[in-house]
T-cell receptor, first 116, second 111 residues
Framework: AQSVSQHNHHVILSEAASLELGCNYS??????LFWYVQYPGQHLQLLLK??????LVKGIKGFEAEFIKSKFSFNLRKPSVQWSDTAEYFC??????????????FGKGTKLSVKP | DGGITQSPKYLFRKEGQNVTLSCEQN?????MYWYRQDPGQGLRLIYY???????QKGDIAEGYSVSREKKESFPLTVTSAQKNPTAFYLC??????????FGSGTRLTVV
């Protein structure tokens, strides 16, 4: 069965620090990869996604992620975080079977707290 | 505006009662999903439906039931058999190829 691991449960950073959140998945085939963000009191929003092509994906609000197939990883990065980035971040994966997709499997999430 | 509407936003249930959470989409998506979110657990799949009149159990289906009589609608019933129903419930839809769209969620509390 597929699974998604997010290494950090809670990350605390000061403003302007660099961010990297780890995500590893277990599935040997072709996958779609996603990072979602949930700001306090708000619903889930898509930050970025990878389906194919350039493994370095740029998303909204200055976030990017790199797909490293050999490491089964899709880590999220941001060079300089802001207080407004305080949120919970979820990595998600689904398998691709030809033109269709499997169910979306989520990691347990990483809470990011940015100190002003 | 196309999207997913979940209602109500907040729901309170007495122990022993069944409650139904609504999920409606106007995106013309074939597939719909219900997830449960608990602190520190991420999102876990309850039920999903790839097509009208068909649905499948997800990872944590016990104590829940669904129906898919119309393409636009995928209601979730939390039954009295669900031992720990207090959670945040998210509905999603997908055209079946790439990407999911999520609703804004329903927070269910047992009182």
């Amino acid at each position: 069965a597929q699974s998604v691991s997010q290494h950090n449960h809670h990350v605390i950073l000061s403003e302007a620090a660099s961010l990297e959140l780890g995500c590893n998945y277990s599935y040997g085939g072709t996958v779609n990869l996603f990072w979602y963000v949930q700001y306090p009191g708000q619903h889930l929003q898509l930050l970025l996604k990878y389906f194919s092509g350039d493994p370095l994906v740029k998303g909204i609000k200055g976030f990017e992620a790199e797909f490293i197939k050999s490491k089964f990883s899709f880590n999220l990065r941001k060079p300089s975080v802001q207080w407004s980035d305080t949120a919970e971040y979820f990595c998600a994966v689904n398998a691709r079977y030809g033109g269709s997709q499997g169910n979306l499997i989520f990691g347990k999430g990483t809470k990011l707290s940015v100190k002003p | 505006d196309g999207g997913i509407t979940q209602s109500p936003k907040y729901l309170f249930r007495k122990e022993g009662q069944n409650v139904t959470l609504s999920c409606e989409q106007n995106l013309n998506h074939d597939a719909m999903y219900w997830y449960r979110q608990d602190p520190g657990q991420g999102l876990r799949l309850i039920y999903y439906s790839q097509i009208v009149n068909d649905f499948q159990k997800g990872d944590i289906a016990e104590g829940y039931s669904v129906s898919r009589e119309k393409k636009e609608s995928f209601p979730l019933t939390v039954t009295s058999a669900q031992k720990n129903p207090t959670a945040f419930y998210l509905c999603a839809s997908s055209p079946g190829d790439f990407g999911y769209t999520f609703g804004s969620g329903t927070r269910l509390t047992v009182v």
